[in-house]
Nanobody, 122 residues
Framework: QVHIVESGGGLVQPGGSTTLSCVGS????????MAWYRQPPGQQRELVAD???????SYGESVRGRFTLSRGKAKNTVSLQMNSLKPEDTAVYYC????????????????WGQGTQVTVSS
């Protein structure tokens, strides 16, 4: 009963910007981690950025200084602002949320979004 809605993505020129959003909903007691991963064509999936209960985001080395992850006031949403985009940022981007089902609190869960394509090309 936990759902993810991802939005954003598409074709962006090198040096351009775009924003990805992720919203978790359903039978959620709380979310203690929200993250964006990406998988370039023919490559492994890698962590882009994540944010935990302290609201302090962490970034992969390749995006640090260019991307900004922020958590919404409701604590069930995250936005990934992507600036200074490069062709190597081209990938399918996946939102992942981790939390506890409820209320009342019961089991921990992980849910992946379906993925959204970001293509950086002139």
């Amino acid at each position: 009963q936990v759902h993810i809605v991802e939005s954003g993505g598409g074709l962006v020129q090198p040096g351009g910007s775009t924003t990805l959003s992720c919203v978790g909903s359903g039978s959620i007691f709380n979310l203690y981690r929200m993250a964006w991963y990406r998988q370039p064509p023919g490559q492994q999936r890698e962590l882009v950025a994540d944010i935990k209960s302290d609201d302090n985001p962490s970034y992969g080395e390749s995006v640090r200084g260019r991307f900004t992850l922020s958590r919404g006031k409701a604590k069930n949403t995250v936005s990934l602002q992507m600036n200074s985009l490069k062709p190597e940022d081209t990938a399918v981007y996946y939102c992942k949320i981790e939390g506890i089902l409820g209320p009342p609190p019961t089991d921990a869960f992980n849910v992946w979004g379906q993925g959204t394509q970001v293509t950086v090309s002139s």
